[in-house]
């Protein structure tokens, strides 16, 4: 792969970036919507206030990958994310699934925040300036929710028979979808090639790596089968458009609000 620096995209590789970048956003927005569902509901009050922080990273995270996205002539962050329906959005569906029980967001947090820190990592070392410097201001936030989870599931699998069984009947679900996070964009080999992206082949095979030591050999847990092969994107479940509904009504109900 070059090190050459990139300092101007093609006309296809701005769209493959800009696509890439919404694709990151979403996965952002949906889950730190999930997310916030616990405000207030949390099995323990600093527990309520560490998801809500992990949670406002995570829009913090899709800001940057949405701004910088602006830039290279998308949209404005707040009208990607406030005006498109179901069928624009393409987040993974591991994200738009309901928060379920503690044990059930807790490894979806683990497994995405594995995911989001190996990434970014890789894209620190990107050929494209802009790209490696929005990934340097989240990786360092994205460790610890990688850290904060991991204890989480340690504790639950190794806790009482009854967290046990709702954390791998929580991975039992999750796992399947988790592959998804993996699928490239139209374009994003040419990224790769570039140096611009990091190799997702790579960042996959340190995931797998790492979460099978952690679920695996140190919580006691077993992996479900995945399978072969996944539908795109664009291919969601019935619970993102009245995720969507809720996260955007007040936008839409005051379309012409110019401060918030």
Same mark, same amino acid.
């Not at 050459?4 to 093609?10: A, E, G, K, R």
């Given at each position: 792969? *070059?090190? *050459?620096?990139?300092? @101007?995209?093609?006309?296809t590789?701005?769209?493959a970036l800009l696509l890439k970048l919404t694709v990151l956003a979403d996965d952002e927005i949906i889950l730190a919507h999930r997310n916030g569902e616990w405000t207030g509901h949390a099995p323990i009050l600093e527990e309520d206030i560490a998801l809500a922080n992990i949670a406002q990273d995570e829009l913090g995270h899709a800001g940057l990958y949405l701004s910088l996205a602006q830039t290279l002539g998308g949209s404005d962050p707040d009208r990607v994310a406030f005006w498109r329906g179901p069928d624009d959005y393409l987040n993974t569906r591991l994200v738009e699934l309901p928060k379920g029980d503690w044990a059930f967001t807790m490894v979806r947090q683990f497994l995405y925040d594995t995911f989001e820190a190996l990434w970014l990592e890789a894209a620190t070392r990107s050929t494209y300036a802009p790209l490696a410097e929005v990934a340097a201001k989240a990786v360092r936030e994205e460790k610890f929710h990688?850290? @904060?989870t991991a204890l989480w599931v340690e504790r639950l699998a190794l806790g009482t028979?009854?967290?046990e069984r709702r954390t791998r009947a929580a991975l039992t679900e999750l796992w399947p979808h988790a592959a998804q996070l993996f699928q490239p964009v139209e374009g994003e080999a040419d990224l790769t090639a570039a140096g611009i992206?990091?190799?997702l082949n790579a960042v996959h095979a340190r995931w797998t790596d790492l979460v099978t030591r952690h679920l695996v050999d140190k919580c006691g847990l077993t992996l479900p089968d995945a399978p072969t092969t996944q539908p795109g994107r664009d291919t969601h479940t019935h619970h993102l458009a009245p995720l969507l509904e809720e996260m955007q009504s007040v936008a839409r109900q005051h379309p012409d609000a110019e401060v918030w």
């Open positions: 792969m *070059t090190t *050459t620096p990139t300092t @101007h995209l093609t006309d590789q701005t769209q990688v850290q @904060h028979p009854e967290s992206l990091p190799d």
